[in-house]
């Protein structure tokens, strides 16, 4: 399979190399070039899941050896790596809603599911490519991606890892798994403002020319973790199936039954993945597109006007903090029958005005396979409680505002069908808003979540995720803020550039 970007359907290049690149030079994203044909269902349903990873990697990964492609699956999906043995396991919640915990890697995180193996991938394309210099990983994070790419980038040689996160608006555990990040080519700093002002300082740093050349001279390339890189993306297709899977061996669903899929969203990478899922052949009924009160994503998907234009408001859901979803890109690009010059268009507009509208075949279309809805924090907390109270099961706030949305979907439209809904962290990770859900505001006010963390654990008798433990007392060793006009300098002075 070759790839080429959104904005200009020319210049192919390996899967490899567009790993390495992360972004296209003209600003848009790496797509695959043609469809892959769909998978046999009944082909796949003995596989484990390092099987099925390998089995869906296949027709994707060129610039690589199938030998690669294996050991690299077998390094990053290992039961050193992830705490169950089905890396994704599916819990039954109802008779007719599954919870996909997506949980289980070194971070508590989805993000982990790509991000164990990204730095595989960029290693290899590295070697592959011949490329010379060492690759800057450059990641802006709404509080999770910077954590996963943390630790699989941390160490790993001719790479460099450097995460900016906003000073606010992340939880204190995701602020403090970061700023205690151990390895000899990791730096972390906190940005002043939210996630898009992190993100925008990153996508400036990227399109600059000049310290292109600069980095390029000192034997440095930069590339990304964000999901923005093919190498994100594609790993998260696999648990989409993977569940399906599990649903059959259950004898939950028939071979063929339409399922419904939540997804708790920010940049629209991990829905995406369920989009290309359903491409290769997955019998998916609806991607239900769940937001919190920064819900741009739901108005677009009921309306077909994208409009930015609105105040980032912070949320007990951080990860979906977010108001510019850059995959949104791919997804149009894909609806469009790859119409380069439409995204352009919309992009330009949505850079220049703050929002577009896209056409109306294009708005048909993308409600046929997404749905959308928001639930605000106080919707949230209530999903919380009740999933606790009906199913003694915890679910952290992300999830929440995916089964909140998941119910409102069922009331307006009546469509019962089995549903996965997508659980992208552990409650651990935000342990003051779940025990606020749970036992109300009074009784534990004032307690820093890490207190928070053995109090949730006592009460539910989960246990605290091994990583977890002692967070509190490691050593904090970037402890930074800077603002987002210094982040080019804060990037030069990490590499040993100035000063
Ligand atoms: C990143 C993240 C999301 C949003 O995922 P996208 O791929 O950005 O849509 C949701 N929940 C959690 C816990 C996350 O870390």
């Given at each position: 399979?070759?790839?080429?970007?959104?904005?200009?359907?020319?210049?192919?290049?390996?899967?490899?190399?567009?790993?390495?690149?992360?972004?296209?030079?003209?600003?848009?994203?790496?797509?695959?070039?043609d469809k892959a044909a769909p998978f046999n269902i009944d082909d796949l349903k003995e596989k484990s899941y390092r099987e099925l990873a390998l089995t869906l990697f296949k027709p994707f990964l060129s610039g690589y050896t199938a030998e690669e492609v294996e050991d690299y699956i077998n390094g990053?999906?290992?039961?050193?790596?992830?705490?169950?043995?089905?890396?994704?396991?599916l819990r039954q919640l109802s008779s007719d809603i599954s919870v996909l915990e997506l949980y289980h890697g070194p971070t508590y995180a989805f993000k982990d599911i790509a991000l164990q193996v990204l730095p595989y991938l960029l290693t290899g394309a590295i070697r592959n490519t011949g490329?010379?210099?060492?690759?800057?990983?450059?990641?802006?994070?709404?509080?999770?991606?910077g954590k996963s790419a943390l630790e699989g980038f941390s160490d790993v040689e001719k790479t460099r890892i450097i995460v900016y996160y906003p000073e606010k608006g992340i939880s204190a555990i995701q602020e403090r798994q970061m700023t205690t990040q151990e390895g000899s080519n990791v730096a972390v700093a906190a940005v002043k403002g939210n996630f898009d002002s992190a993100q925008s300082g990153v996508k400036a740093i990227f399109s600059s020319p000049v310290l292109g050349k600069t980095l390029e001279k000192a034997g440095f390339r930069l590339s990304s973790a964000n999901s923005i890189n093919w190498g994100r993306l594609l790993p998260q297709v696999v648990y989409y199936f993977s569940a399906y899977l599990e649903l059959l061996?259950?004898?939950?669903?028939?071979?063929?039954?339409?399922v419904n899929y939540v997804v708790p969203t920010g940049n629209f990478g991990n829905i995406l993945a369920g989009y290309y899922a359903k491409e290769l052949g997955l019998p998916v009924k609806r991607l239900i597109c769940a937001a919190n009160s920064n819900n741009v994503l739901t108005d677009f998907i009921r309306t077909g006007v994208y409009d930015s234009r609105r105040e980032l408001c912070?949320?007990?859901?951080?990860?979906?903090?977010i108001l510019v979803s850059s995959n949104l890109e791919r997804l149009l690009f894909e609806l469009t029958g790859h119409d380069s010059e439409k995204i352009e268009d919309w992009m330009t507009r949505l850079k220049t005005s703050g929002f577009y509208r896209v056409d109306p075949d294009t708005l048909t279309i993308l409600q046929k396979h997404f749905w959308s809805g928001f639930a605000d924090d106080q919707k949230t907390i209530r999903a919380i409680k009740s999933v606790y109270q009906d199913y003694s099961y915890l679910i952290d706030t992300h999830t929440a505002v995916g089964k909140d949305v998941l119910e409102q979907y069922r009331s307006d439209t009546g469509d019962f069908a089995p549903a996965v809904l997508l659980a992208t962290a552990s409650p651990f990770k935000f342990s003051g808003s779940v025990v606020e859900a749970l036992f109300g505001q009074g009784e534990y006010s004032g307690r820093s979540e890490f207190e928070l963390l053995s109090i949730l654990a006592e009460k539910t008798g989960c246990p605290v995720p091994a990583n977890l433990v002692g967070l509190e007392d490691k050593n904090i060793l970037h402890g930074r803020v800077i603002d987002p006009d210094k982040m080019e300098s804060h990037l030069l002075s990490a590499l040993g550039l100035t000063g």
């Open positions: 399979m070759q790839y080429y970007s959104t904005r200009s359907s020319t210049g192919y290049v390996s899967a490899a190399e567009a790993i390495l690149k992360g972004l296209a030079p003209d600003g848009g994203l790496f797509v695959p070039v990053a999906y290992s039961n050193d790596n992830f705490d169950h043995r089905a890396i994704t396991p490329e010379k210099s060492e690759v800057v990983i450059l990641t802006a994070t709404s509080g999770d991606t061996r259950l004898g939950r669903i028939r071979q063929g039954e339409k912070q949320t007990i859901s951080p990860s979906m903090d």
